[in-house]
Structures are given as structure tokens and as C-alpha cells.
């Protein structure tokens, strides 16, 4: 019998943690009760009763197991870390919000018994503002541009993968995992289902603004190098302007001296504009060096305090 396991990122859901799991349980005992499954619920330090919660679900039920983070490692490494703990023959990521809907499994299953290693869902609309909608559309853009590797837009990682597929990313390494990169970078075929993103049902999501700009700058550090070249021909082109206008400044200085005065206000603009391009460069290249010390340091994806029913 195949193994489906199931990975649940968990920060301050009591609310609909339980729900989640019962979502979960009516899918593998419903359609999918051919396979067996287990359902690993991953807590990044949650400040409310979310442990206790699962803690009673699991003395209950031993397909239930639990990962408690020592403290919050942020949204990217604690799930990818509880994947690379996954042992099924296939591997999933539900939400606790159920924003991605676990009815999807049975079909993604279908299209993993097919021979598809991944098997990724992607969202036809999300429920965001305008605002949202136009910065998400104008990152993969720009993303796509950038990036020698293929980006999925409106893909979030939810999805099936299949042990291969897992086996060649728990080598990787990753520091800071971009897991929506990782899916096209490593190649396996792979089939897409399309699914509407449900509203969230209790709280509010918690991922801020910094967070969504820090999954922006990871992914476009990680699989775009460009900006750094970028930012070399715009020193080039800079600085040919600026001397080119340098000269011509003289030369028209030297042809109507008493005419054209010094001025303060070019020399302003030009010290805001080259410090403005300095900046930005030094932010860039801030960027890399940070995502180079990260590999470099070798730290774990997170650190655990406890685990149950991993026995």
C-alpha cells in the first residue's frame, strides 16, 4: 500500500487547526482510503493553545505526527523542513487555513498514479486587491524576464511530489528555500490542476508585507542574475553620461563665462542621483552576500524542541 503524507505549517491557528485536520482525514478515508497516509503538522512557536490542540489530536490518532519548532524559523523553512521529514511515497503541503483545498487530492493522485513525479496546483484567483494583484503580476514579470529557469505564476507550492522528486531535494541544501523555483528547476515532468483559492475561513493571514517582499527578493536573488550585471552597465552608462556631460558643461563655461553661472543646484541633483544608483547596487550585491553566508554557515533549517509520534 502507498504512503501520501500530508505537511501542515501551523503559527497561532487554534481557530481552524482541527478543522484542517479533519478536512484532511474525510479526503485520505474518502476517496483516497486506497492509500495510507500520515499528517505531519509542523508548529513554528505558536503563542496560543495551537500545540495542545494538536497534541490531543495526536494522542488519538498516530497518523498525527508533530513537529515543534524552538522558535519561529519564518514561513519558508519550517514546511520545507517538515517535507524533507515526509516519508510517503508522495508528498503534499495542506495549509491550516485550507486555502489550499485538500479536495484537490484525489485528483492530483490520479495524475501521480499516471507516472507525473509532480503534480502542482495553481491558483486561478486569489480574493486580493487590486494593488495585491497588479505587484504579484509585475514580481513574476519581472521574474520571468530575469530568470533562466521557468517561474510558475500563481503557484504557491501546493502540489504532489512524488519520493523521486523529494529524494533530489532533500540533497540540495537549501538555506532559504525558494520551493516555487525548486519545482521548475529540477525538471521532472510535471501535470497542473487548476483550483479558485477559497477565502480563509478563521483569523488573518500571517504573512506580512515584509514577508512577501522577502519571498520576492529570495526568488529573484536566488534564479536571477541579471540585477548584479544590471547594475554594472548602469555604472558604465553613468558614468560615460556624466562625463560627456561633464565636457560639455566646461565647454560651454569656457564659451560663455560670464553668462552661465555656477549653480548649486546640478551638483545636488547629480550627488542624489549617483548616491541613489550607489545604493541600490550596495542593496543588491547585500543581497547575494547574504544568500552566500547563508550556505555558507551550514545552519539547520530550523531547530526542533520536540517531536511525537515519530516513533
Not at 28 to 49: K, Q, V, W
Not at 182 to 190: A, K, N, P, T
Not at 253 to 266: A, D, E, M, N, Y
Amino acid at each position: 500500500m502507498k504512503t501520501i503524507s500530508i505537511v501542515t505549517p501551523c503559527f497561532n491557528e487554534e481557530a481552524g487547526i482541527a478543522e484542517c485536520y479533519e478536512a484532511c482525514r474525510t479526503v485520505m478515508e474518502g476517496e483516497l482510503a486506497p492509500y495510507a497516509y500520515e499528517h505531519i503538522f509542523i508548529d513554528n512557536c505558536s503563542t496560543d493553545r495551537t500545540v495542545a490542540i494538536l497534541k490531543d489530536i495526536a494522542a488519538r490518532d498516530k497518523r498525527v505526527k508533530i513537529i515543534v519548532n524552538a522558535r519561529n524559523f519564518g514561513p519558508q523553512r519550517s514546511p520545507f523542513h517538515a517535507m524533507l521529514q515526509a516519508r510517503g511515497d508522495a508528498v503534499t503541503c495542506v495549509l491550516a487555513d485550507l486555502q489550499t483545498p485538500p479536495d484537490l487530492l484525489p485528483e492530483m493522485a490520479r495524475l501521480w498514479e499516471a507516472g507525473r513525479k509532480v503534480v502542482i496546483a495553481v491558483r486561478r484567483g486569489a480574493g486580493e486587491g487590486r494593488l495585491m494583484s497588479l505587484a504579484r503580476r509585475s514580481f513574476y514579470l519581472l521574474i520571468k524576464r530575469l530568470s533562466s529557469v521557468e517561474q510558475i505564476p500563481n503557484f504557491i507550492g501546493y502540489g504532489l511530489y512524488d519520493r523521486k522528486f523529494m529524494d533530489v531535494v532533500s540533497q540540495l541544501g537549501e538555506p532559504e528555500p525558494y520551493f516555487r523555483g525548486l519545482v521548475s528547476e529540477i525538471g521532472f515532468e510535471r501535470a497542473v490542476v487548476e483550483y479558485d483559492q477559497p477565502l480563509r475561513k478563521h483569523g488573518k493571514s500571517r504573512h506580512s508585507l515584509f514577508d512577501l517582499v522577502d519571498f520576492a527578493l529570495i526568488g529573484l536573488t536566488t534564479y536571477a542574475k541579471a540585477p548584479m550585471r544590471l547594475m554594472t552597465v548602469t555604472g558604465f552608462v553613468v558614468a560615460f553620461f556624466s562625463l560627456l556631460a561633464a565636457l560639455v558643461y566646461t565647454g560651454i563655461k569656457l564659451l560663455f563665462w560670464s553668462r552661465v553661472p555656477f549653480g548649486v543646484t546640478p551638483i545636488l541633483l547629480a550627488t542624489f542621483f549617483f548616491g541613489s544608483v550607489q545604493l541600490l547596487a550596495l542593496g543588491l550585491i547585500g543581497e547575494y552576500v547574504g544568500l552566500l553566508l547563508k550556505y555558507a554557515r551550514g545552519f539547520p533549517l530550523v531547530v526542533e524542541r520536540e517531536r511525537i509520534n515519530f516513533d
